[in-house]
């Protein structure tokens, strides 16, 4: 049945649509980087790119507004690219040898053809050492099972870049796909994180799954660390890295480079 407010949400699609179009051609489009923390040394070993649109009217346009309507529109093929080619470029001028680079990547920009000659490409243009990427997914991506799928992370892998399951433990969990896929790295969800202080069974979970990693020769990146208890329990745990905003919230690259010359 027709409503007014399907016929505002369709005209908000469209208009959305054509403007992200215009965001990618017209430099709107700015990567942010949050710092990822070595917990053993407390320095940064690596960053997340993540996308930020300034939009000429209306401000800083947030990522959950515009990124699920450029995967419906098949636009976020073109965005992920950029991302990834941006932010390649950016970290490799910064001779920042140790760092690595993560990068979201989703099913439906596996699905549209970002592929291994695609990212063999960018990395030949901006000389991005390819083992220094992390490429994070999501937990229902590996249960898709889609074979295509499953080569191209395959290639991915051969490649040298990581493979990280990004929000783990939110999904569906399904430990078998942990040894059927080349995955390197777990990267626990910020929710886990967030009520460890206040929730026992939290950290307990925190911990079971950061045992599980190591027992799999697995990394483990815990996000949406906020306060000196959390990093301090996650380091009693033995986890590896952490990024939240006691550490560093996205920000452009030219504050991230005072971060660290600091």
Known sequence: YFTRELTTKAEHYVSMEKEIRRALHQTELEVYYQ???????EDIV????????????????SPAEFIPIAEESNLILELGEWVLRTACAEVARWN???????????????RGGFDRHT?????EQTQFPSERLVFEITESLLMEEKE?????????????IHLSIDDFGTGY??????????????KIDRSFVRDMETDPGNAQLVETIIGMANNLNLRVVAEGVESEVQARI?????????????YGKPM???????LLSN
């Open 148 to 160: 295509e799928i499953t080569q191209t992370l395959q290639e991915f892998r051969d490649l040298a």
């Open 46 to 61: 690596g960053v997340e790119a993540l996308v930020r649109w300034h939009h000429p009217e209306r401000g800083l346009v």
């Open 35 to 41: 710092p990822v923390i070595n917990l053993a040394e």
């Open 252 to 258: 452009p690259a030219k504050e991230l480079r005072k």
């Open 234 to 246: 996650l380091r009693e745990q033995g986890c590896d890295m952490v990024q939240g905003f006691y």
């Open 119 to 123: 990212v063999e490409d960018i990395i």
């Open 173 to 186: 969990s399904a430990l078998s796909y942990l040894r059927r896929f080349p995955v390197n790295i777990l």
């Open 96 to 110: 920042a040898n140790d760092l690595h680079l993560a990068i979201n990547v989703s099913s439906n920009q596996l």
